[in-house]
């Protein structure tokens, strides 16, 4: 009997857990891009041979406060060989994320991929188990190809 309180205790514990936790997964596209908390603007300019991309995101909530960590990533690949995983650089305001401009081939574009990361952090800026990450194709919002 205290063996299946216990598992049970657990799998409520589990439970609760993952719906406080409040961490998702989200892939971008044009369909589901407005849905978002957030508002991404993605910029393009083509340079010779290649991309370059502006990034600016922020909350879609009036007034909204934006405390927390943040991670940008851009993973490119030929096929299913990974060419480069690339920390991008972000500088967090109040207002939003803008991520540093960077730059891909063109040759590289079709398996070049972009991650956004947003952990909330209590007062103390530890990490809490809040937040998401929402990626794209760097393809499916390229206007400037």
């Not at 995983?85 to 500088?91: D, E, F, L, S, T």
């Amino acid at each position: 009997m205290p063996l299946t309180r216990c598992l049970i205790w657990l799998a409520f514990a589990f439970v609760a857990f993952r719906a406080h936790a409040g961490f998702e997964v989200v892939e971008l596209n044009a369909k589901n891009i407005e849905e978002q908390p957030y508002k991404f603007s993605i910029k393009t300019t083509k340079d010779l041979d290649s991309i370059i991309f502006e990034i600016r995101i922020e909350p879609k909530t009036k007034g909204a406060i934006w405390n927390g960590v943040f991670y940008a990533t851009v993973i490119l690949k030929s096929g299913d060989r990974l060419i480069a995983r690339c920390p991008i650089a972000v500088k967090a305001s109040e207002k939003a994320v803008e991520v540093a401009r960077f730059e891909v081939s063109s040759e590289y574009l079709t398996g070049a991929k972009f991650d956004f990361t947003s952990l909330a952090y209590s007062t103390d800026i530890s990490p809490m188990p809040s937040g998401g990450t929402y990626w794209f194709y760097l393809r499916d919002f390229t206007d400037a190809q």
